[in-house]
């Protein structure tokens, strides 16, 4: 069941929708409230703003949720489409007046033979944690050349998740920034999944190894920042 597609069912057709529980495997579970899904641009904190700014030309939205972001891209003129794994997040988008929606995994998706690449890849809200480990990242980072024109880029936030351990020691196994989630509404829980949050340095070493070179365009005050990657090879 698509727990988190529920949710934002609920919050659409019927709000407020009941308390979304996200269950993480460094702490207790913590509530998630669903409006914040559905902000509109005024409502946007700095770093995500800025990162709208940095858009171009044919845009994805990986991991749009109900196409808040790519609805504000539409606003202004830019040919973007939404995509997210949640076939509801993909309804409702298409019910708010995103035109270009779709149902899809990133790491499996392909550009149509005939049909233009994009000029910006955009994820939001950690989004770029869906390739869930430092392998599964740098497997991506070569991956996701294939979708992108010449002078393409990669628009996305994450967060140095150092400060969980500052008294409590580091995992012994793997990276400390590889975590996983499941969602919790109306008593009933999704499967666990895998996420990752990349710290600067870590991010800009992968993107090295990988023919892509990382700005730091906005840092806030609580570990998170935007980064900007663009093919250097």
């Not at 202004?76 to 779709?102: C, E, H, N, W, Y």
């Not at 992108?148 to 936030?157: A, K, S, T």
Request: glycine share 8%; hydrophobic share 40%; with cysteine.
């Amino acid at each position: 069941m698509d727990v988190f597609g529920e949710a934002l069912k609920d919050q659409f057709t019927k709000p407020p929708a009941e308390t979304l529980w996200v269950h993480n495997s460094y702490d207790e579970p913590e509530e998630m409230p669903v409006d914040i899904y559905f902000r509109d641009e005024d409502e946007m904190p700095e770093l995500e703003l800025k990162a709208l700014e940095l858009c171009k030309g044919k845009v994805l939205d990986v991991g749009a949720g109900v196409g808040s972001h790519a609805l504000i891209l539409q606003n202004r003129g830019f040919d973007v489409t939404g995509m997210d794994i949640s076939a509801p997040a993909v309804t409702i988008m298409k019910q708010r007046g995103l035109k270009q929606a779709m149902e899809g995994n990133i790491l499996k998706y392909q550009v149509p033979a005939g049909e233009k690449k994009y000029d910006t890849l955009l994820f939001m809200m950690n989004g770029i944690g869906l390739t869930g480990s430092i392998p599964g990242l740098k497997a991506f980072l070569k991956q996701v050349k294939t979708l992108i024109e010449p002078g393409g880029q990669l628009v996305f936030d994450s967060s140095d998740l150092s400060y969980l351990y500052h008294e409590v020691p580091f995992p012994l196994n793997g990276y400390y920034g590889e975590v996983s989630f499941r969602y919790e509404y109306k008593s009933i829980k999704g499967n666990w999944f895998k996420w990752i949050y990349v710290d600067q340095q870590t991010l800009k070493d992968l993107a090295k190894q990988a023919g892509w070179y990382t700005e730091v365009i906005f840092e806030d005050e609580n570990d998170q920042y935007l980064a900007r990657l663009t093919i250097n090879d």
